[in-house]
């Protein structure tokens, strides 16, 4: 089929509502599309340079936590939650009560992330690691009760009420065969389509059959970023496609809605590969920076430290790339010494620039690494 003559499906009637029931996906896709073909080489281009950059840093590992905080934080405020990334790093018990709800989906879909990504390895990209993905993104949140890790059983919707809302996906007896179908295009060998594309369009068919009852928007973002992993196409998963998507938010909803509406799938393929392309350089400029902030600390504050107090700053410098917002407390038992020498070490990094404390209180000081912070904002 070529990609100009999709249509996405038809309403099917259901007792005082109807329906949408998409058309499966897994076939061949044909792309006779110019303006397609250079949007997939601008974006090839710009993985293949971040998959470069990510694979030159050393200790990687560590700047890929600020990644996934990155990628918590928007794909939640594309539901809603207003937690931001520094608020990501603190404890529950640094936060007023009224954000506690918010920080607690985002720990949860941090975990999720990191779960998932260690599932990679031992399981393919499938139904089942999805739902438990979903098991663990519902984990202690506000939707935990709505049937966790399984497919939906009941009718769910986008909207103020089923009567009035501005999308229903398909009656849940129709979600298992379609999710079937999906994770069978994702692995499809007896025909070529372009991953980037692959993945957009399931994506979509994803976030069109709403196979859960709750937490589908974030799920099927996250589905972006394990395909890409599990595709070997980024050595590192370091593309996250939800701050795109939360900047452009009337943009990605309008798409999705258009291609059910109007069968606009180049149109939602476009925005797409825009996204990728833009999110990849992005990020491949973060590291650049990431590698220009690590130079001059390592050779400008680091040596300032006595040879004794060597290996604490250089210990500490590490993991604050990857938890950029501490405490005393936390130095403390991070380098194993005594709350004084943690608050001499944080002081000292505070005297260079490195920290700033973030509170303005005396007491349960706060500590940012802003410059790094500001890098994924």
């Not at 979600?175 to 980037?196: C, R, S, T, Y």
Request: glycine share 6%.
């Amino acid at each position: 089929m070529d990609i100009k003559d999709y249509r996405a499906g038809e309403l099917e009637e259901r007792f005082q509502y109807r329906a949408f029931l998409p058309t499966k996906v897994c076939h061949a896709w044909d792309m006779s599309d110019a303006e397609l073909t250079d949007l997939l080489g601008k974006a090839d281009r710009a993985l293949g340079e971040l998959n470069a950059f990510s694979q030159l840093i050393p200790d990687i590992d560590f700047f890929i936590r600020m990644h996934v905080a990155k990628e918590a934080t928007q794909s939640s405020r594309l539901e809603g939650t207003q937690t931001n990334i520094e608020d990501a790093f603190k404890d529950l018990s640094d936060l007023e009560p009224e954000g506690r709800d918010d920080w607690a989906e985002v720990q949860s879909y941090i975990e999720a992330i990191n779960g998932a990504i260690k599932s990679l390895e031992k399981l393919p990209l499938s139904n089942r690691l999805l739902c438990e993905t979903h098991a663990m993104l519902m984990a202690g949140v506000r939707g935990e009760h709505k049937q966790a890790g399984e497919f939906r059983r009941n009718q769910n919707w986008i909207g103020v009420s089923l009567k009035n809302a501005a999308f229903v996906p398909p009656h849940d007896e129709h979600v298992p065969e379609l999710m079937g179908d999906l994770e069978k295009f994702l692995h499809a060998q007896g025909f070529f389509v372009h991953p980037l594309i692959r993945i957009a369009i399931a994506h979509y068919q994803f976030e069109t059959i709403h196979p859960f009852l709750d937490g589908n928007g974030r799920l099927g973002r996250l589905m972006i970023s394990l395909y890409l992993a599990s595709e070997r196409i980024l050595a590192q998963p370091a593309l996250y496609l939800s701050d795109y998507f939360e900047r452009n938010k009337t943009a990605y909803i309008d798409h999705l809605m258009a291609v059910r509406q109007g069968n606009h799938l180049r149109a939602w393929l476009v925005f797409f590969l825009h996204g990728v392309e833009e999110t990849a350089r992005a990020s491949a400029q973060v590291f650049r920076s990431i590698l220009s902030i690590k130079q001059r600390i390592d050779t400008e504050v680091l040596p300032s430290f006595t040879t004794r107090r060597q290996e604490n700053a250089q210990r500490l410098m590490l993991h604050l790339y990857a938890h950029p917002v501490v405490d005393v407390k936390w130095v403390s038992q991070l380098l194993e010494t005594t709350a004084n020498t943690a608050s001499a070490m944080i002081q000292d990094l505070v005297k260079h620039g490195v920290l700033k404390e973030g509170t303005g209180k005396r007491r349960n000081r706060l500590f940012l690494f802003t410059e790094y912070i500001a890098l994924f904002k």
